[in-house]
C-alpha cells in the first residue's frame, strides 16, 4: 500500500513539473509578442515622426495674400484658349468686427465647435476620423479644422494624400502660432466657396438675400452656414428642398451645442427656405463675364465630381466649350425671336459622337446672378412626345425587332383599368398605320399600345442605359407622363446615341483639369458605351428624319442638312387650355440639339408661334454651327436591311407580284427578322379572252363593225375591264386602233382590195388577256370603174366656208399631197390631205367627200372610229377614208 501511495505521489509531482515546463515556454512568446508590438510601436513613431518631419520641412511658407484671398481657377475651351477666370468678381470683405455673433455660432456648431479650443489640429475629433478610415478606408471621414480648411484653400489641392494631410496640420499649427484666432476664422469667413463663384458670407449674404450680414435672421444664417460642405448642392436658389433640411440640420447642431434655444430652433425651422430668398426679378444679371450658362455647368461638375473645393485652389479647367457654338445659342436667346416677353427657353449642345457639351443656353439675358439654368437645372418639367423614342419605340425595336412597317391602330383606348380616355393631340383616331406614320405624326395612342407590347420593364431598362432614372414606368409615360425628369442637356445626350450607331456618352463639359503644380491631372471625360444595337439607332434615326419633312416637325427642317429630330409638348392636368413646355430635340452626325420653351411661371403657351419657338430656335442654331462644316449622312448599317412588304399584312409578309402599287411598302428590317413568305392576298387576275368576235362590212359607208362577248372574272365585278382593237392590213405590223370599254367598235375608211387582221384584247388591272381574233377580205375595184368623165375638167377655187368636209382638207383624210383617186360633190379631189391627223379623229364622212385617194395616209392610231354618214351624195358615190 505504501509503495503504491508513494508511486501516486511521485505521478502528481511529476505532472506538475511538466506544468511548469509548458507554462514557462507560453510566458516566454508573451513577453516577445509585447516586446515585438512596442518595438513596432515605437519604429512605426519614429518612421512617422521623421516622414512627418521631412514632409513639414518640405511645406511651402505661409502667404497672408494667399491666406485672405480666393485663387481663381483658370477655364480653357476645347482650343485650349483661356476665356474665363472664376471667382475674379468683386466680393464682399467682412471684417471680423462686423461679422455678427449668432452668424459665427451657426459656422463653428457646423464645422469646428471646439474651434477656441484646439491648436489648430483639433486630436479628439482626428482619433475619431481615423477610426472611420480604419474601419472604411482612407479619406472615409475628414477631421479638418476651420485653421486647415484655411490652410488648405491657400496652398493645397484636394487630393487625399499622407503628405498633404501632414503638411496642412504642420502649416494650421504654424498659422495658429502666427495668427489670433479671430484673424483665421475672418479669413475663412471670407474666403470660403459658398456657391457657383461666389466666396464669403458676406457676398453670399447680398446674392441670395440681398441684404447685409447685420440684417439677417436665424434661419437665412443657418441656410449660408451649411453651404460649405457642398456648395452648389445647398444653394437655395437651386435646390431649396436640400437647402432647407441642410438649414434644419443647421439648427439642430446650434442647439444641441447649446447656441439657441428649443423654441428659437422649432420657430426657425418652420420657415420655407424660398420664402426670404431674393425675388427672381431682383436678381440682377452680371453679364461681364462670359458664357455665364456654360460655366455653371462646369462648375456643377465639378461639384458632381467632389472638386468644388478646388475651384479655390488654382487649377486650370480644360473645358468642352466651342466659342463660336456658344455666341450662337447667346444670340439667338437674347434676339427678337421669341413671341413674348416673358416665355423663356434652354437650350444644349451636345456633340454626337463624343458627348462633350460643345455650348449651353441657360435662357434669355442670362448671366451669373441668375441661378437657374434652364439647360442644365430643368429636371421639373415633362419632357412630352420627345420621350417616344426612348421609351416606346426604340425598344420595341431593339427587344421586339419592329419594323418601321409594323402595323399598330390609331383608335380609342383608355389606360388599363380606367375609364381614362387617352386622346390625341388633334382629338381624331386615324385608324391603322405603320409605326413609322405613329411616330412621325406623333399619334398618342400607338405610343401607348407600343409601351404595352414593349412591357414596363423593358422600357425602363433600356432608358436607364442613358443614365437616366425615371422611376416606376405605367402606361402615362409612353406619352411624357412621367414622375421624374430629364434636363434638355440629358435629352440632348441621349439623342446624340440614335446619331451615333447607339453608342452613348454622358454629356460633360470637363476633359479634365491641372492642379496648380502643373503636372498633377485629373481625367473628366466619361467612358462611351453601347446602349442599343446599330441597327435599333438607325431605324429610328430613319424614322425621325420623316418628323422634319412630313411631321410634327417642318419648322426645324434646314435645306441640304440630313436631320432627325423629334417635337414635344406636355399637357396641363383637368381643362385648363394650351401646353406648358414645348420642345425640339433633333440631331446630325455631328451635333444633337435640344431646346426647351415654357414661362417659369408655369403659364399657358396658346399660339402658333410660341408653339414653334423651339424649333425655330433649333434651326437657327443647328444651321449656323453646321455651316461651313462637313456633316456626314446617316449611314445604314449592314444590321439592317431594305424589303418590300405589302401594306397591313399582320404578320408583315413580302409583297407579291400580284399586290397593287399602292399596297407595296418598302421598309426597314432588322437584319434576318425580314418576312420570309409572300402575301397571298392578292392573286394574279386571270381574264379569260374576248369570244363570238365577229365583223360586218357595209360596203356603202366603207366600214366594218366588229362585235364580240366578254365573260368578266368570277369574284372580280368591281374591276374595270378595257378591250384593246388592232389591227394589221396585208400581213402588215399590227397597229392599235383603239381601247374601249365596250363590247363592239365601227372601223370606218377601209380600203377595198386589201385584207384585214382585227385583233381584240381585254386588258385589266396591267393584266392582259389572250387575244381574239377576225379577218376581212375586201374585193378591188375595176380600173374602169375608177374613170371619171369630169376628171379633166378644171378644178373650182375653194372659198372659206365652203366644202367643209371635203376629203384631205384641213385634217381630213389624204396622204399629204399625194393625189386621192375619185371625186366629191364639187369636184374638189383630196390632194391636200394631212395623213398624220389621224389621231385627232377628223375621220368622219362628210356629206359631201369624194372617195379617198389610194394611199395609206390616215391609218393612225384612233383615227378610224368617225361617224356614219346620214346620207349618201346625190351622184350615189360612196363615202369613206381610208384607213
Do not use: C
Given at each position: 500500500m505504501?509503495?503504491?501511495?508513494?508511486?501516486?505521489?511521485?505521478?502528481?509531482?511529476?505532472?506538475?513539473?511538466?506544468?511548469?515546463?509548458q507554462t514557462?515556454?507560453?510566458?516566454?512568446?508573451?513577453?516577445?509578442?509585447?516586446?515585438?508590438?512596442?518595438?513596432i510601436g515605437l519604429?512605426?513613431?519614429?518612421?512617422?515622426?521623421?516622414?512627418?518631419?521631412?514632409?513639414?520641412?518640405?511645406?511651402?511658407?505661409?502667404?497672408?495674400?494667399?491666406?485672405?484671398?480666393?485663387i481663381?481657377p483658370?477655364?480653357?475651351?476645347?482650343?485650349g484658349?483661356?476665356?474665363?477666370?472664376v471667382?475674379?468678381?468683386?466680393?464682399?470683405?467682412?471684417?471680423?468686427?462686423?461679422?455678427?455673433?449668432?452668424?459665427?455660432?451657426?459656422?463653428l456648431?457646423?464645422?469646428?465647435?471646439?474651434?477656441?479650443?484646439?491648436m489648430?489640429?483639433?486630436?479628439?475629433?482626428?482619433?475619431?476620423?481615423?477610426?472611420?478610415?480604419?474601419?472604411?478606408?482612407?479619406?472615409?471621414?475628414?477631421?479638418?479644422?476651420?485653421?486647415?480648411?484655411?490652410?488648405?484653400?491657400?496652398?493645397?489641392?484636394n487630393?487625399?494624400?499622407?503628405?498633404?494631410?501632414?503638411?496642412?496640420?504642420?502649416?494650421?499649427?504654424?498659422?495658429?502660432?502666427?495668427?489670433?484666432?479671430?484673424?483665421?476664422?475672418e479669413?475663412?469667413?471670407?474666403?470660403?466657396?459658398?456657391?457657383g463663384r461666389?466666396?464669403?458670407?458676406?457676398?453670399?449674404?447680398?446674392?441670395?438675400?440681398?441684404?447685409?450680414?447685420?440684417?439677417?435672421?436665424?434661419?437665412?444664417?443657418a441656410?449660408?452656414?451649411?453651404?460649405?460642405?457642398?456648395?452648389?448642392?445647398?444653394n437655395?436658389?437651386?435646390?431649396?428642398?436640400?437647402?432647407?433640411?441642410?438649414r434644419n440640420t443647421?439648427?439642430?447642431?446650434?442647439?444641441?451645442?447649446?447656441k439657441?434655444?428649443?423654441?428659437?430652433?422649432?420657430?426657425?425651422?418652420?420657415?420655407p427656405?424660398?420664402?426670404?430668398?431674393?425675388?427672381?426679378d431682383?436678381?440682377?444679371?452680371?453679364?461681364?463675364?462670359?458664357?455665364?450658362?456654360?460655366?455653371?455647368?462646369?462648375?456643377?461638375?465639378?461639384?458632381?465630381?467632389?472638386?468644388?473645393?478646388?475651384?479655390?485652389?488654382?487649377?486650370?479647367?480644360?473645358?468642352?466649350?466651342?466659342?463660336?457654338?456658344?455666341?450662337?445659342?447667346?444670340?439667338?436667346?437674347?434676339?427678337?425671336?421669341?413671341?413674348?416677353?416673358?416665355?423663356?427657353?434652354?437650350?444644349?449642345?451636345?456633340?454626337?459622337?463624343?458627348?462633350?457639351?460643345?455650348a449651353?443656353?441657360?435662357g434669355?439675358?442670362?448671366g451669373?446672378?441668375?441661378?437657374?439654368?434652364?439647360?442644365?437645372?430643368?429636371?421639373?418639367?415633362?419632357?412630352g412626345?420627345?420621350?417616344?423614342?426612348?421609351?416606346d419605340?426604340?425598344?420595341?425595336?431593339?427587344?421586339?425587332?419592329?419594323?418601321?412597317?409594323?402595323?399598330?391602330?390609331?383608335?380609342?383606348?383608355?389606360?388599363?383599368?380606367?375609364?381614362?380616355?387617352?386622346?390625341?393631340?388633334?382629338?381624331?383616331?386615324?385608324?391603322?398605320?405603320?409605326?413609322?406614320?405613329?411616330?412621325?405624326?406623333?399619334?398618342?395612342?400607338?405610343?401607348?399600345?407600343?409601351?404595352?407590347?414593349?412591357?414596363?420593364?423593358?422600357?425602363?431598362?433600356?432608358?436607364?442605359?442613358?443614365?437616366?432614372?425615371?422611376?416606376?414606368?405605367?402606361?402615362?409615360?409612353?406619352?411624357?407622363?412621367?414622375?421624374?425628369?430629364?434636363?434638355?442637356i440629358?435629352?440632348a445626350?441621349a439623342?446624340?446615341a440614335?446619331g451615333?450607331?447607339?453608342?452613348h456618352?454622358e454629356?460633360?463639359a470637363?476633359?479634365k483639369?491641372?492642379?496648380?503644380?502643373?503636372?498633377?491631372?485629373?481625367?473628366?471625360?466619361?467612358e462611351?458605351?453601347t446602349?442599343?444595337?446599330?441597327?435599333?439607332?438607325?431605324?429610328?434615326?430613319?424614322?425621325?428624319?420623316?418628323?422634319?419633312?412630313?411631321?410634327?416637325?417642318?419648322?426645324?427642317?434646314?435645306?441640304?442638312?440630313?436631320?432627325?429630330?423629334?417635337?414635344?409638348t406636355?399637357?396641363?392636368?383637368?381643362?385648363?387650355k394650351?401646353?406648358?413646355?414645348?420642345?425640339?430635340?433633333?440631331?446630325?452626325?455631328?451635333?444633337?440639339?435640344?431646346?426647351?420653351?415654357?414661362?417659369?411661371?408655369?403659364?399657358a403657351?396658346?399660339?402658333?408661334?410660341?408653339?414653334?419657338?423651339?424649333?425655330?430656335?433649333?434651326?437657327?442654331?443647328?444651321?449656323?454651327i453646321?455651316?461651313?462644316?462637313?456633316?456626314?449622312?446617316?449611314?445604314?448599317p449592314?444590321?439592317?436591311?431594305?424589303?418590300?412588304?405589302?401594306?397591313?399584312?399582320?404578320?408583315?409578309?413580302l409583297?407579291?407580284?400580284?399586290?397593287?402599287?399602292?399596297?407595296k411598302l418598302t421598309?426597314?428590317?432588322?437584319?434576318?427578322?425580314?418576312?420570309?413568305?409572300?402575301?397571298?392576298e392578292?392573286?394574279?387576275?386571270?381574264?379569260?379572252?374576248?369570244?363570238?368576235?365577229?365583223v360586218?362590212?357595209?360596203?356603202?359607208?366603207?366600214?366594218?363593225?366588229?362585235?364580240?362577248?366578254?365573260?368578266?372574272p368570277?369574284?372580280?365585278?368591281?374591276?374595270?375591264?378595257q378591250?384593246?382593237?388592232?389591227?394589221?392590213?396585208?400581213?402588215?405590223?399590227?397597229?392599235?386602233?383603239?381601247?374601249?370599254?365596250?363590247?363592239?367598235?365601227?372601223?370606218?375608211?377601209?380600203?377595198?382590195g386589201?385584207?384585214?387582221?382585227?385583233?381584240?384584247?381585254?386588258?385589266?388591272?396591267?393584266?392582259?388577256?389572250?387575244s381574239?381574233?377576225?379577218?376581212?377580205?375586201?374585193?378591188?375595184?375595176?380600173?374602169?370603174?375608177?374613170?371619171?368623165?369630169?376628171?379633166?375638167?378644171?378644178k373650182?377655187?375653194?372659198t372659206?366656208?365652203?366644202?367643209?368636209?371635203?376629203?384631205?382638207?384641213?385634217?381630213?383624210?389624204?396622204?399629204?399631197?399625194?393625189?386621192?383617186?375619185?371625186?366629191?360633190?364639187?369636184?374638189?379631189?383630196?390632194n391636200?390631205?394631212?395623213?398624220?391627223?389621224?389621231?385627232?379623229?377628223?375621220?368622219?364622212?362628210?356629206n359631201?367627200?369624194?372617195n379617198?385617194?389610194?394611199n395609206?395616209?390616215?391609218?393612225?392610231?384612233?383615227?378610224?372610229?368617225?361617224?356614219n354618214p346620214?346620207?349618201?351624195?346625190?351622184?350615189?358615190?360612196?363615202?369613206?377614208?381610208?384607213?
Open positions: 505504501s509503495e503504491q501511495k508513494s508511486t501516486r505521489g511521485q505521478r502528481r509531482k511529476q505532472q506538475l513539473e511538466q506544468k511548469k515546463k514557462k515556454p507560453a510566458k516566454t512568446w508573451l513577453k516577445r509578442i509585447m516586446i515585438a508590438i512596442l518595438a519604429v512605426g513613431l519614429i518612421t512617422g515622426g521623421s516622414v512627418y518631419a521631412y514632409y513639414a520641412s518640405t511645406a511651402p511658407d505661409l502667404d497672408e495674400e494667399l491666406l485672405k484671398d480666393p481663381s483658370k477655364l480653357l475651351d476645347a482650343n484658349e483661356e476665356f474665363a477666370t471667382g475674379s468678381e468683386s466680393r464682399e470683405y467682412i471684417s471680423y468686427e462686423e461679422i455678427p455673433q449668432q452668424m459665427e455660432d451657426a459656422i456648431a457646423t464645422e469646428d465647435v471646439r474651434f477656441y479650443d484646439h489648430g489640429v483639433d486630436v479628439l475629433r482626428l482619433g475619431k476620423a481615423v477610426l472611420a478610415n480604419l474601419k472604411d478606408g482612407f479619406g472615409a471621414q475628414g477631421a479638418s479644422t476651420i485653421t486647415q480648411q484655411v490652410v488648405k484653400n491657400s496652398f493645397f489641392t487630393e487625399k494624400t499622407i503628405k498633404r494631410k501632414a503638411q496642412e496640420a504642420h502649416l494650421a499649427l504654424q498659422l495658429e502660432r502666427e495668427y489670433k484666432k479671430e484673424e483665421i476664422f479669413m475663412y469667413f471670407n474666403k470660403i466657396l459658398m456657391s461666389i466666396y464669403g458670407f458676406g457676398t453670399a449674404s447680398k446674392y441670395f438675400y440681398g441684404k447685409e450680414l447685420k440684417d439677417l435672421e436665424l434661419h437665412e444664417m441656410v449660408l452656414a451649411g453651404m460649405p460642405q457642398s456648395p452648389n448642392n445647398y437655395p436658389f437651386k435646390n431649396p428642398e436640400l437647402a432647407e433640411k441642410r443647421v439648427l439642430y447642431l446650434m442647439n444641441l451645442h447649446g439657441i434655444t428649443d423654441e428659437e430652433m422649432k420657430a426657425a425651422q418652420a420657415i427656405v424660398a420664402d426670404s430668398l431674393l425675388p427672381e431682383q436678381r440682377v444679371a452680371n453679364q461681364d463675364s462670359k458664357y455665364d450658362a456654360f460655366i455653371d455647368i462646369v462648375l456643377e461638375e465639378l461639384e458632381e465630381n467632389g472638386d468644388a473645393d478646388a475651384i479655390s485652389e488654382g487649377i486650370t479647367i480644360h473645358t468642352t466649350l466651342q466659342p463660336k457654338a456658344q455666341e450662337k445659342v447667346e444670340e439667338t436667346l437674347n434676339s427678337d425671336i421669341f413671341p413674348t416677353e416673358d416665355i423663356q427657353a434652354g437650350v444644349a449642345v451636345i456633340d454626337t459622337k463624343t458627348g462633350a457639351v460643345v449651353a443656353g441657360g434669355r439675358n442670362y451669373v446672378d441668375r441661378g437657374y439654368n434652364h439647360a442644365h437645372d430643368m429636371k421639373e418639367r415633362s419632357p412626345s420627345t420621350i417616344k423614342p426612348l421609351i419605340y426604340g425598344p420595341a425595336v431593339e427587344f421586339l425587332d419592329w419594323s418601321p412597317a409594323q402595323t399598330i391602330v390609331d383608335e380609342d383606348i383608355k389606360y388599363t383599368g380606367t375609364d381614362q380616355v387617352i386622346r390625341n393631340a388633334d382629338n381624331k383616331y386615324l385608324g391603322a398605320m405603320t409605326m413609322r406614320e405613329a411616330l412621325y405624326k406623333s399619334r398618342n395612342t400607338t405610343a401607348v399600345k407600343t409601351l404595352k407590347e414593349v412591357g414596363t420593364k423593358n422600357a425602363r431598362e433600356f432608358i436607364s442605359r442613358f443614365g437616366v432614372d425615371i422611376g416606376t414606368v405605367n402606361e402615362a409615360y409612353a406619352i411624357g407622363g412621367i414622375s421624374k425628369f430629364m434636363s434638355p440629358q435629352l445626350g439623342y446624340a440614335f451615333n450607331n447607339g453608342n456618352t454629356p460633360y470637363i476633359n483639369i491641372v492642379y496648380r503644380d502643373g503636372k498633377t491631372e485629373k481625367n473628366y471625360k466619361p462611351s458605351k446602349v442599343m444595337k446599330d441597327s435599333t439607332a438607325y431605324i429610328i434615326t430613319d424614322v425621325l428624319r420623316d418628323v422634319l419633312t412630313k411631321g410634327t416637325g417642318k419648322a426645324a427642317a434646314i435645306s441640304g442638312l440630313d436631320v432627325a429630330g423629334k417635337s414635344g406636355s399637357n396641363f392636368s383637368g381643362d385648363k394650351g401646353v406648358p413646355d414645348v420642345w425640339f430635340a433633333g440631331y446630325t452626325t455631328n451635333y444633337s440639339v435640344t431646346v426647351w420653351s415654357g414661362y417659369d411661371d408655369n403659364s403657351i396658346t399660339t402658333a408661334e410660341e408653339r414653334s419657338l423651339p424649333q425655330r430656335i433649333f434651326k437657327e442654331i443647328m444651321g449656323s453646321s455651316e461651313g462644316q462637313k456633316t456626314e449622312r446617316f449611314k445604314k449592314n444590321s439592317v436591311v431594305e424589303v418590300t412588304v405589302e401594306r397591313g399584312s399582320n404578320p408583315l409578309k409583297a407579291s407580284e400580284y399586290t397593287p402599287e399602292n399596297m421598309e426597314l428590317f432588322v437584319k434576318g427578322t425580314e418576312p420570309k413568305q409572300v402575301s397571298e392578292y392573286d394574279q387576275l386571270e381574264l379569260n379572252a374576248p369570244s363570238n368576235l365577229s360586218q362590212y357595209d360596203e356603202i359607208t366603207s366600214s366594218a363593225t366588229l362585235d364580240w362577248d366578254f365573260e368578266g368570277e369574284g372580280e365585278e368591281d374591276v374595270n375591264v378591250f384593246e382593237v388592232a389591227v394589221s392590213i396585208d400581213n402588215g405590223p399590227s397597229e392599235i386602233l383603239q381601247t374601249t370599254d365596250k363590247t363592239g367598235l365601227i372601223v370606218q375608211a377601209l380600203i377595198p386589201s385584207k384585214y387582221l382585227f385583233t381584240v384584247t381585254a386588258i385589266a388591272e396591267d393584266v392582259r388577256s389572250e381574239a381574233s377576225v379577218e376581212l377580205v375586201l374585193e378591188g375595184i375595176e380600173e374602169e370603174d375608177l374613170e371619171s368623165p369630169d376628171s379633166e375638167e378644171e373650182p377655187e375653194d372659206e366656208g365652203e366644202n367643209e368636209n371635203q376629203p384631205g382638207n384641213n385634217g381630213n383624210n389624204g396622204n399629204n399631197g399625194n393625189n386621192g383617186n375619185g371625186n366629191g360633190n364639187n369636184g374638189n379631189n383630196g391636200n390631205g394631212n395623213g398624220n391627223d389621224g389621231n385627232s379623229g377628223n375621220n368622219g364622212n362628210g359631201n367627200n369624194g379617198g385617194g389610194n395609206d395616209g390616215g391609218q393612225e392610231d384612233g383615227g378610224t372610229d368617225g361617224e346620214e346620207e349618201t351624195p346625190e351622184d350615189g358615190t360612196e363615202t369613206g377614208s381610208t384607213p
